[in-house]
């Protein structure tokens, strides 16, 4: 079992930046793939962007390509989300999640994940 908790939301004016953290409790945090989603509301949780479990892989969605970069710090049992460019659009809670690996694929559904924090809000003015 594992908890995941992230922090670093807050509110930030479009073309700004914000780094997510995502602090795993537990020795299986290095085990598991890893993801970023969001929900913005009235919205349904759409994925953000996917790690292997040895950052061997990691993948995004289309509309992020360019402007976030995922990474992971297994020693520290912490994932991170470096987000630039910020536009309002990406105003949304923000989620990290894990399962279980399936070699290197990156899961981009909610269903597929079994591990979930409770969420960090980003709020993008303009």
């Known amino acids: 079992q594992v908890q995941l908790v992230e922090s670093g939301g807050g509110s930030v004016q479009a073309g700004g930046s914000l780094r997510l953290s995502c602090s795993g409790s537990g020795r299986t945090f290095s085990r598991l793939t890893m993801a970023w989603f969001r929900q913005a509301p009235g919205q349904e949780r759409e994925f953000v962007s996917g790690?292997?479990?040895?950052?061997?892989?990691?993948y995004y969605a289309d509309s992020e390509k360019g402007g976030f970069t995922i990474s992971r710090d297994n020693t520290k049992n912490t994932l991170y989300l470096q987000m630039k460019n910020l536009k309002p659009e990406d105003t949304a809670a923000y989620y990290c999640?894990?399962?279980?690996?399936?070699?290197?694929?990156?899961?981009?559904?909610?269903?597929?994940?079994?591990?979930w924090g409770q969420g960090t809000l980003v709020t993008v003015f303009s």
């Open positions: 999640a894990g399962k279980t690996p399936t070699g290197d694929y990156i899961a981009t559904l909610p269903e597929q994940y079994n591990f």
């Open positions: 790690i292997s479990e040895r950052c061997t892989r990691t």
